[in-house]
């Protein structure tokens, strides 16, 4: 008879082992779930920041440009590519290093339409009349490349320039 009850407390010994190890198990699969989980979502979160940087540093480009009045009599658009542009998003300058580098294709025209004489959006422009005012459409696609990944985002704005006729002639026919 003794060594039936010891049978039985040994019977249950085991069951309380096999128990906790389930347990020790699950809580070691959920662990590792979230720690999964929260490593997904960190790099989502970093590939969400890189790519709004490099529109940042594309959209720069793309506004610098523009600001240098391209379509100005005497400038020619294709004088606006640029090839490797370098960009810095982070302003360190111990060590400057840029972070992107941002290629321009040459701004080009899409469209162009006379300048309706009562269109309240219509200006003129000095030494031009409302009959020869044009508006242009000009597309510009900038691709930027960041340098350690090699990842890269393309953008194309595009943005309306009022000109007059015989420039519209010239670099928008």
């Known amino acids: 008879m003794m060594f039936e009850r010891a049978g039985k407390k040994s019977q249950r010994g085991?069951?309380?082992?096999?128990?906790?190890?389930?347990m020790l198990l699950l809580i070691t699969v959920m662990i590792l779930t979230a720690y999964t989980m929260s490593t997904t979502n960190l790099r989502a979160v970093g590939n969400v920041q890189a790519r709004e940087e490099a529109v940042a540093?594309?959209?720069?480009?793309?506004?610098?440009?523009?600001e240098s009045d391209?379509?100005?009599?005497?400038?020619?658009?294709?004088?606006?590519a640029l090839v490797d542009f370098p960009v810095y998003i982070d302003d360190n300058s111990a060590a400057p290093q840029y972070e992107y580098l941002v290629d321009l294709d040459a701004?080009?025209?899409?469209?162009?339409?006379?300048?309706?004489?009562?269109?309240?959006?219509?200006?003129?422009l000095p030494g031009m009349s409302a009959g020869d005012a044009?508006?242009?459409?000009?597309?510009?696609?900038a691709t930027a490349t960041e340098v350690r990944s090699g990842a890269s985002v393309n953008?194309?704005?595009?943005?309306?320039?009022?000109?007059?006729?015989v420039r519209k002639e010239q670099i928008c026919p």
């Open 134 to 141: 044009y508006h242009t459409i000009w597309e510009l696609d």
């Open 14 to 22: 085991v069951i309380t082992i096999f128990i906790s190890m389930m």
């Open 155 to 165: 953008v194309v704005q595009g943005i309306r320039i009022l000109m007059d006729s």
């Open 70 to 80: 391209f379509t100005a009599e005497g400038n020619d658009p294709n004088d606006a």
């Open 57 to 66: 540093a594309a959209n720069y480009v793309i506004e610098q440009v523009v």
């Open 107 to 124: 701004p080009r025209c899409v469209r162009a339409w006379d300048a309706a004489i009562d269109a309240v959006s219509s200006v003129t």
